[in-house]
């Protein structure tokens, strides 16, 4: 289901990414945001993406071929906001968002005019914040009136009746080369908590997955 949230996100939520337009993708060494930013590559638009380390970033900027990448846990040398200023100069037209909280809120103040921002989830939120009422949520939701853009979130199950177009898209950008999936395999059911923390802390490229049989290699990151 990430490559069909990934492609519902990206092309039928809001008015798609256009040609020549900026793009961010928070997330985006994820398995929804991967292949979000793959997809909003493929429309012609400019893409940057959002993740955590120098590794993620190497991905998203050698393996994605994404346009630039904003690595917010190395901010000694350049604040989130400075980077966004340096690969975002001209502001940002569309937004794929998986992390909220702060992050989310920067990225708001950059909004252009008629400018799209997509809810998928919050992931800097999941880990003691969500129903309990201490959601960090996006103190620059003005900006939205400001400057005529909007916001809205969604789930892959609202939107079904699109899935055989989507599994079709997906299909024919794949057979083209335009996207791909990278997995992170832990072995054995043993590694299942190890795995699961993972997910929170950033500690992965790609789908997570756990082979319970642990029959697979060393080697644990693999593209399909």
């Known amino acids: 289901t990430s490559g069909l949230t990934a ?9 798609r990414p256009r040609k020549s ?14 292949i979000a930013a793959q997809l909003a590559k493929s429309t012609g638009a400019r893409v940057i993406g959002v993740a955590g ?6 991905y998203l900027m050698h393996d994605l071929k994404l346009d630039g990448a904003i690595d917010y846990k190395n901010t000694e040398g350049n604040s989130l906001e400075q980077q966004l200023s340096k690969l975002c100069p001209d502001g940002i037209d569309f937004i794929y968002d998986n992390v909220g909280g702060s992050i989310l809120d920067a ?13 998928c989830g919050a992931i800097s939120q999941y880990s003691g914040n969500l129903n309990k009422g ?21 789930n892959v199950m609202q ?12 299909f024919y950008l794949y057979m083209r080369g335009k996207v791909r999936m990278t997995e992170h395999v832990e072995n054995g059911i043993q590694s ?11 500690g ?14 060393k080697e644990n990151k693999k593209d399909k």
Do not use: Q
């Not at 960090?136 to 979130?153: D, I, Q, R, T, V």
């Not at 992965?204 to 290699?217: F, S, Y």
């Open 7 to 15: 492609y519902t996100g990206t092309f039928y939520v809001c008015n």
């Open 21 to 34: 337009e900026t793009v961010v993708v928070t997330g985006a060494a994820g398995a929804v945001g991967s």
């Open 53 to 58: 380390g120098d590794m993620k970033c190497a």
């Open 107 to 119: 990225l708001l103040s950059r909004i252009n005019p008629g400018g799209r921002v997509i809810i």
């Open 134 to 154: 201490k959601v960090e949520g996006p103190s620059n939701y003005l900006k939205l009136a400001e400057k005529g853009a909007e916001m809205k979130g969604f």
């Open 159 to 170: 939107y079904m009746y699109k899935i055989p177009l989507a599994l079709f898209g997906m």
């Open 192 to 202: 299942f908590p190890h795995a699961l923390d993972k997910m929170f802390t950033g």
């Open 204 to 217: 992965h490229i790609g789908k997570m997955l756990v082979d319970v049989a642990g029959t697979m290699p």
